[in-house]
C-alpha cells in the first residue's frame, strides 16, 4: 500500500489538510484493490498544528516528521502566508525523499517551502497567483509559470488555487490507476458543484453578452499593464467570475487571463527595449513586474533572450 506523507505546517487551511484523504479515500470506495496509506504529519512542531482558515484551531496529528522517512509521496500544502524560512529538518526531509525516487506535490504557498530545498532549481513549477512573484524573486532559476495549473516536472508535482490539492491528487491517482480512475474519482466529488456551475455559467455569459463581451476589458488592461493587477481585479472589471474570465479568455486569446496578461506585459517590455533608453529596472515596473528578477524569466521564456540581450539584439540591426 503506497504511503503519502501530508506534511502539515502552521496556517494551512483545513480543507488543505483533509483533499488528501478525501480524494483517495473516494477512489479506495469506488475502485476495489485501491488502497493508499494517507499520514497526516506535523511538519513543525511534533503532534500539533495550528490551522488557518475558516477559523484558527488547534489539530492533533497522528504523526510527526518522521513518519515521512518511507513515504512513497510527499504533499506540501498551502500554509500562512508563506513567507517563514521552512524549517531545516523538513527541508532535509524533502532532499531526502527526492534522493530516494519518492513524488513530491506542493500547491499554494506549499511550492515556496520545497522550492527553499533547491529540489526545483531549474524546473518548471507554479504556485497560486498571489506567490508567483515572491516565488520568482527568492527563486530565479526556477522557471515560474504564472497560469496556477497543475505542472508535472520529474518527481514534482506543483499547482496553485483553491483546488490545487485536489489537482495535485487526482494526477497522482492517474499515474497510479490510470485516466479512467482519476476522472471517475473526480466526477465523484466533483459532479454536484459542475451542475451548479454550469447553470451559473449560462447566465454569466447572457450578462457579459449585454456588456459587449471582452473588448472593454480587453481595452482595460492594455492601458493598465503598470498596476498588480489580478485575476479577481480582471474579473471584477469584466463583471465575471474568475472561472468564468478564465473560460472567456480562453475562447477570445488562446490563454488564461493571467497568462495573457503576462503576454502583453512582455510585448510591452519588448516595445519599451526597442523605443526607448529605459533601463532594464525601470521597464520591468512600467509593465507591472515586483522587479527585473521577476521579469526576466517570463522574458525569457516567450522570446528566447534576456532583456538585456534583446535591446543589444535590436540596436545592431
Do not use: K
Given at each position: 500500500?503506497?504511503?503519502?506523507?501530508?506534511?502539515?505546517?502552521?496556517?494551512?487551511?483545513?480543507?488543505?489538510?483533509?483533499?488528501?484523504?478525501?480524494?483517495?479515500g473516494t477512489a479506495a470506495r469506488e475502485h476495489p484493490g485501491i488502497a493508499y496509506d494517507v499520514r497526516l504529519c506535523a511538519?513543525?512542531?511534533?503532534?500539533?498544528?495550528?490551522?488557518?482558515?475558516?477559523?484558527?484551531?488547534?489539530?492533533?496529528?497522528?504523526?510527526?516528521?518522521?513518519?515521512?522517512?518511507?513515504?512513497?509521496?510527499?504533499?506540501?500544502?498551502?500554509?500562512?502566508?508563506g513567507g517563514d524560512d521552512p524549517a531545516p529538518e523538513l527541508l532535509d526531509a524533502l532532499r531526502a525523499a527526492a534522493a530516494?525516487?519518492?513524488?513530491?506535490?506542493?500547491?499554494?504557498?506549499?511550492?515556496?517551502?520545497?522550492?527553499?530545498?533547491?529540489?526545483?532549481?531549474?524546473?518548471?513549477?507554479?504556485?497560486?497567483?498571489?506567490?508567483?512573484?515572491?516565488?520568482?524573486?527568492?527563486?530565479?532559476?526556477?522557471e515560474v509559470d504564472p497560469g496556477g495549473t497543475l505542472i508535472v516536472d520529474g518527481p514534482f508535482r506543483t499547482s496553485g488555487?483553491?483546488?490545487?490539492?485536489?489537482?495535485?491528487?487526482?494526477?497522482?491517482?492517474?499515474?497510479?490507476?490510470?485516466?479512467?480512475?482519476?476522472?471517475?474519482?473526480?466526477?465523484?466529488?466533483?459532479?454536484?458543484?459542475?451542475?451548479?456551475?454550469?447553470?451559473?455559467?449560462?447566465?454569466?455569459?447572457?450578462?457579459?453578452?449585454?456588456?459587449?463581451?471582452?473588448?472593454?476589458?480587453?481595452?482595460?488592461?492594455?492601458?493598465?499593464?503598470?498596476?498588480?493587477?489580478?485575476?479577481?481585479?480582471?474579473?471584477?472589471?469584466?463583471?465575471?467570475?474568475?472561472?468564468?474570465?478564465?473560460?472567456?479568455?480562453?475562447?477570445?486569446?488562446?490563454?488564461?487571463?493571467?497568462?495573457?496578461?503576462?503576454?502583453?506585459?512582455?510585448?510591452?517590455?519588448?516595445?519599451?527595449?526597442?523605443?526607448?533608453?529605459?533601463?532594464?529596472?525601470?521597464?520591468?515596473?512600467?509593465?507591472?513586474?515586483?522587479?527585473?528578477?521577476?521579469?526576466?524569466?517570463?522574458?525569457?521564456?516567450?522570446?528566447?533572450?534576456?532583456?538585456?540581450?534583446?535591446?543589444?539584439?535590436?540596436?545592431?540591426?
Amino acid at each position: 500500500m503506497p504511503v503519502i506523507a501530508v506534511l502539515a505546517l502552521d496556517g494551512l487551511p483545513g480543507h488543505h489538510l483533509t483533499t488528501p484523504g478525501l480524494v483517495f479515500g473516494t477512489a479506495a470506495r469506488e475502485h476495489p484493490g485501491i488502497a493508499y496509506d494517507v499520514r497526516l504529519c506535523a511538519a513543525g512542531a511534533p503532534g500539533t498544528v495550528r490551522l488557518g482558515a475558516p477559523a484558527p484551531v488547534d489539530a492533533e496529528l497522528p504523526y510527526g516528521l518522521d513518519a515521512a522517512a518511507g513515504a512513497d509521496v510527499l504533499l506540501l500544502p498551502a500554509h500562512g502566508d508563506g513567507g517563514d524560512d521552512p524549517a531545516p529538518e523538513l527541508l532535509d526531509a524533502l532532499r531526502a525523499a527526492a534522493a530516494r525516487g519518492a513524488r513530491i506535490g506542493a500547491y499554494g504557498s506549499g511550492v515556496l517551502v520545497l522550492a527553499a530545498s533547491g529540489l526545483l532549481d531549474g524546473r518548471r513549477a507554479t504556485t497560486a497567483w498571489r506567490h508567483i512573484g515572491e516565488l520568482a524573486r527568492r527563486h530565479p532559476r526556477i522557471e515560474v509559470d504564472p497560469g496556477g495549473t497543475l505542472i508535472v516536472d520529474g518527481p514534482f508535482r506543483t499547482s496553485g488555487g483553491v483546488f490545487g490539492g485536489l489537482d495535485v491528487c487526482l494526477r497522482l491517482l492517474a499515474e497510479d490507476h490510470g485516466e479512467r480512475a482519476a476522472d471517475r474519482t473526480r466526477r465523484e466529488l466533483l459532479s454536484p458543484l459542475l451542475a451548479h456551475a454550469e447553470r451559473v455559467a449560462e447566465s454569466i455569459d447572457r450578462t457579459l453578452a449585454e456588456r459587449g463581451g471582452l473588448d472593454a476589458t480587453l481595452e482595460w488592461l492594455e492601458r493598465n499593464l503598470h498596476l498588480p493587477l489580478t485575476p479577481a481585479d480582471i474579473a471584477a472589471h469584466a463583471g465575471v467570475s474568475i472561472s468564468s474570465l478564465n473560460r472567456h479568455f480562453l475562447a477570445r486569446t488562446g490563454l488564461s487571463a493571467p497568462r495573457h496578461l503576462l503576454r502583453l506585459r512582455v510585448q510591452r517590455a519588448r516595445d519599451l527595449l526597442e523605443r526607448t533608453d529605459e533601463p532594464v529596472e525601470a521597464i520591468a515596473a512600467l509593465v507591472g513586474f515586483a522587479s527585473p528578477a521577476t521579469l526576466r524569466p517570463h522574458f525569457a521564456r516567450l522570446t528566447g533572450t534576456t532583456p538585456r540581450a534583446y535591446r543589444a539584439r535590436h540596436r545592431r540591426r
